[in-house]
C-alpha cells in the first residue's frame, strides 16, 4: 500500500494548485514592488527583472518560466534569486517534473524561502521515493519545532522504508520503532483517517495485534475512514 502524499501539499489535488498558483505570484509580487520604486535606466539585472514580470503579466508564462532560469544563471548572487528560485520550483512541480522542483528548491538559500519551500521540497522528495532522505530531511525539521504535515512526511517515508525492508529483519524493526511514535500522534489528530491503515499494518510488523485488530475494526464499521 501506498499511502498518499497530504492533499494541501500534492500538485494534484485542487486545494493545491489555488494556494500554489497564488504562491508563485507571490513570489512575482515580491520581484516587482521594489521595481516599481526604482529606476532601471542603466540596471541590466534590474531591466533583466522588469522584463520577467512583463512576461508573467501578460500571461507568457513558458516564457517568464525560460527567462527566470537564464537570470538565475547569469545572476545566481542576486537578492531575487531565492525568490526566483522558489517560482520555479513551484512551477515545475506544478508540472510534475519533481527532480527539476527539487533542483531548484535545493537552490534557495535565505532562512525565510527555505522554510517556505519546505513542504513543496518534501513533496518532492516524496514522488521521487528519496524515502531515506524525506525522514532525515522531516526528522531534523521537527527537531526544531513541530509541524503536523511534515510529522505526517515522517510518518510515510518510514512506513514505505518498511514497506521496502526484507522481512523478518532487524533494520524492519528498527524502522518500525521509529515510525511508531509519529503514527500515534497523527492518529490523534484530524489526519487520522489518512494513516490509519498504514497504522495498523505498522501495528502487525510490530506484533501490536490488539491495536492492529482495533484499528481493522473501526475501519470496517467507519469505511469512509
Not at 538559500?109 to 518534501?122: C, D, I, P, T
Not at 532487524?170 to 489518512?194: D, G, H, I, N, V
Amino acid at each position: 500500500m501506498r499511502l498518499r502524499a497530504r492533499p494541501e501539499v500534492t500538485p494534484q489535488s485542487e486545494t493545491a494548485r489555488k494556494p500554489r498558483g497564488s504562491t508563485i505570484a507571490s513570489w512575482i509580487v515580491f520581484l516587482i514592488a521594489p521595481l516599481l520604486c526604482y529606476s532601471a535606466e542603466g540596471d541590466e539585472e534590474a531591466l533583466f527583472l522588469r522584463r520577467i514580470a512583463d512576461f508573467w503579466q501578460e500571461g507568457e508564462y513558458q516564457i517568464a518560466k525560460t527567462q527566470m532560469e537564464a537570470f538565475i544563471g547569469e545572476y545566481p548572487n542576486s537578492p531575487f534569486s531565492d525568490a526566483l528560485c522558489a517560482a520555479l520550483g513551484d512551477l515545475f512541480l506544478r508540472e510534475k517534473n519533481h527532480p527539476n522542483a527539487l533542483s531548484y528548491y535545493t537552490q534557495v538559500q535565505s532562512a525565510e524561502f527555505v522554510q517556505k519551500v519546505f513542504l513543496n521540497r518534501m513533496q518532492c522528495l516524496y514522488e521521487m521515493q528519496w524515502y531515506a532522505t524525506l525522514a532525515d530531511e522531516c526528522e531534523a525539521y521537527l527537531q526544531k519545532e513541530s509541524n503536523l504535515h511534515v510529522t505526517y512526511f515522517l510518518a510515510i517515508a518510514l512506513y514505505h522504508q518498511c514497506i521496502n525492508a526484507s522481512k523478518e529483519t532487524e533494520q524492519l524493526s528498527k524502522l518500525a520503532e521509529r515510525a511508531k511514535p509519529y503514527f500515534e500522534t497523527l492518529f490523534q489528530s484530524e489526519l487520522s483517517a489518512e494513516i490509519a491503515q498504514g497504522y495498523a499494518h505498522l501495528c502487525c510488523i510490530l506484533k501490536d495485534y490488539p491495536k492492529a485488530t482495533e484499528i481493522y475494526l473501526n475501519l470496517a464499521k467507519n469505511p469512509a475512514l
